[in-house]
Every structure is written in structure tokens, then in C-alpha cells.
């Protein structure tokens, strides 16, 4: 069965890594699907990389909410027209099956995160497995202790995006929010197989497995969780 997708993604200055990845994310989609990319008022090339492929699949918005990844991820989701959703970044790369593989779980789960090589920027391999190197797997208590979900390697149906969206004010990070959300229904997925190239480069917006916040930072992002969540469920969200 033909099941449609949107892959939503967020661009900011990516011109050196841009092109290969929205080639990776193409090749996987049908023709009713979409690429959705929001771009963070990018000054350089990264717009004319993107409009190079001239594919009615692929669909570009600036972002006009709240600058940064939250507010980027934002716009596009906000345009994202598929009652199943993924979540890309500009300077990654897709491995083959990855479409494939998550539509078919999605039917029997909200959430699905796959694995991830991860690499620098020349292909040398840092880590063979992201979730080793994050000891990742379920758990609310345990992912608001230490966060499993980048969005990177993340799906999910519309009916958690109905749930979790739009993202609470001042939120830190929306995939961490919505693996959070998605964790208080239990329905939940981690596949083993790795669909990414997961590339850390000097030019990353996040510095995952590369850099620790300080303390008083990691308690004030679970705190914020913790009351975005119980505002959530109060008003009946969750």
C-alpha cells in the first residue's frame, strides 16, 4: 500500500552540505510526497543549492517564527500536509530503506527513531553506532534524564504531532519534546538498523555526543520540560 510522507527539514547557511542530503531524501520519496524546508534567512547559497533541483516535491518556506531550530523545525511542520512525518537535517545524509522501513512500522507505532553512524565531516567513522554512544532506548524518566531523540533519525504520525504541536514557548529542543510526548503513550519504536549518516562537523548547530552543558543549563532545560508537560496535560493534550 502507497502511504504518503512528509519530510520536514531546516536549512540555515547549509550550502556546503545541503545539496547531497536533499538528494538522499528524494531519491526515497514517491511522487505524492513532499520535502518541506524551512529556511532560517540564509545568506548564502544554500536557497539557489535547493531550487537547483526544480522538483514540485519539494516545497520551501521562510521562517518567520522564533529564529533557531525550534522555531525552524516549526515552520515546516507547520506545512507538512502527511499523516506521517519526518524529521531531517540539512547536513546529514540518508542511507537506502529508510522511508521504506519506517512507513512500515509507523503502522503499528506513533514514534519510530532509527539508528545512526556517526562521522565527521571526511567520512571517518567517530562513533559505529549513535545509540550505543547514547545508550538510547525507552523511557520517559530516562530520556528527561538524557535525551535518546535527535530528529534526525526520527517518524512519527500526525495524531502525535496533533498532540505535541504547537511547541510550548521558550521549549529547548522539539525533538527531546516530542520523544517526551510520545513517551507518555508508550508507543514508541527503536529500530536497530542504521538509515544515517550521522555527520558532526565544525559547523553544527547542536553539539550532540561532542559537548556537555553545564549543570545549571541540563536543569533548567528538564525543568522547562517538566512544566511545559504538566501544562500540557492540564489542558488536556496529553
Known amino acids: 500500500m502507497e502511504t504518503k510522507c512528509s519530510v520536514c527539514l ?48 519539494i516545497k520551501v518556506f521562510q521562517n518567520e517564527k522564533e529564529k533557531g531550530p525550534t522555531g525552524n ?37 506513533e514514534l519510530v527513531i532509527s539508528d545512526a553512524v556517526v562521522v565527521n565531516e571526511h567520512g571517518r567513522v567517530l562513533f559505529e553506532s549513535f545509540f550505543k554512544a547514547r545508550n538510547s532506548g525507552k523511557g520517559f524518566f530516562k530520556n528527561l534524564k538524557r535525551n535518546s531523540y535527535i530528529g534526525c533519525c526520527m517518524s512519527f504520525r500526525r495524531s502525535l504531532l496533533t498532540r505535541a504541536f504547537p511547541f510550548p514557548k521558550g521549549l529547548y529542543m522539539h525533538d527531546w519534546w516530542l520523544g517526551l510526548v510520545a513517551e507518555l503513550k508508550g508507543n514508541v519504536y ?12 565544525a559547523d553544527n548547530v547542536t553539539q550532540t555526543l561532542e559537548q556537555s552543558l553545564p549543570l545549571s543549563q541540563k536543569i533548567s532545560n528538564r525543568w522547562g520540560f517538566i512544566k511545559a508537560l504538566v501544562s500540557f496535560k492540564m489542558g488536556g493534550k496529553i
Open 73 to 109: 523545525f516549526s515552520t515546516a511542520l507547520a506545512h507538512a500536509s502527511s499523516d506521517y512525518i519526518f524529521l531531517a537535517d540539512q547536513d546529514d545524509l540518508w542511507l537506502p530503506g529508510r522511508v521504506k522501513k519506517h512507513l512500515e512500522l509507523l503502522q503499528n507505532h
Open 190 to 201: 527503536f529500530c536497530n538498523d542504521i538509515f544515517l549518516q550521522y555527520i558532526r562537523h
Open 10 to 57: 531546516a536549512a540555515y547557511n547549509g550550502e556546503k552540505y545541503i545539496q547531497r542530503q536533499v538528494k538522499s531524501i528524494i531519491d526515497q520519496l514517491g511522487p505524492e510526497d513532499e520535502l518541506i524546508i524551512s529556511d532560517d534567512s540564509s545568506t548564502d547559497g544554500t536557497l539557489a543549492v535547493i531550487n537547483a533541483f526544480d522538483d514540485n516535491r
